[in-house]
């Protein structure tokens, strides 16, 4: 096993891309994203129109190193701050098979 940071993010759908275009500028390519991800919080209950995915959210993770996670957080911070959304950072370990 290999200790990791876990970043998780929870953005509107149709700020993905803003917000990988800003890991890019970092070298973070790799994640994984989970479209029409449903929850209530701080601004209610988010569920997206069937029909045309307004609303909808996404989640995004990622697995990286300390440094990497210090330096994905200083990056989209401006971002979430204009956006909207959540970040979580957390230990974990990863799984080598």
Known sequence: MKPVKRVEFIVDTHEVE???ESLAK???NSYTVIREAHGNGERGLRGGDILSGIF???YVLIACSEEEAFA??????????KLGGMCLVS???????
């Open 56 to 58: 909808d959210n996404s």
């Open 72 to 81: 994905i957080i200083e990056t989209v911070r401006p971002v979430l701050k």
């Open 91 to 97: 230990d974990a370990m990863w799984v080598i098979h």
């Open 18 to 20: 803003a917000l990988l």
């Open 26 to 28: 970092i070298n973070i």
